[in-house]
């Protein structure tokens, strides 16, 4: 069964850079596209940024388009997700998430979750 942790959060300055990491055990991510989310306090669940199975797709949210970057090791069986110019209004939990095959754009699609890893952006 397919296992999702994440890590590499922690606090950063506004302007700063994190590199969160997604790591699976219990199946190969071959299989699966892998999205990023993040939730703050009191809001709604969104997506960042998701990869397909085979690297081929990438996609964004406008607000992190330019400063995000998305990859993956599948020899690893990690995810990444590269964070420049962070900003004070993007403290939250940040989660992966694995759908079979191809991204998708609702949380409700992707099947399995990590435990969140807490990115605070402040000064």
């Known amino acids: 069964q397919l296992q999702l942790v994440e890590s590499g959060g922690g606090l950063v300055q506004p302007g700063g850079s994190l590199i969160l990491s997604c790591a699976a055990s219990?199946?190969?991510?071959?299989?699966?596209?892998i999205g990023w989310f993040r939730q703050a306090p009191g809001k709604e669940r969104e997506g960042v940024s998701c990869?397909?199975?085979?690297?081929?797709?990438?996609n964004y949210a406008d607000a992190v388009k330019g400063r995000f970057t998305i990859s993956r090791d599948n020899a690893k069986n990690t995810v990444y997700l590269q964070m420049n110019s962070l900003k004070p209004g993007e403290t939250a939990v940040y989660y992966c998430?694995?759908?079979?095959?191809?991204?998708?754009?609702?949380?409700?699609?992707?099947?399995?979750w990590g435990q969140g890893t807490q990115v605070t952006v402040s000064s």
């Open positions: 998430a694995a759908a079979l095959g191809t991204c998708h754009s609702a949380p409700q699609d992707f099947g399995t």
């Open positions: 990869i397909s199975r085979s690297v081929a797709l990438t």
């Open positions: 219990g199946s190969t991510l071959d299989d699966y596209a």
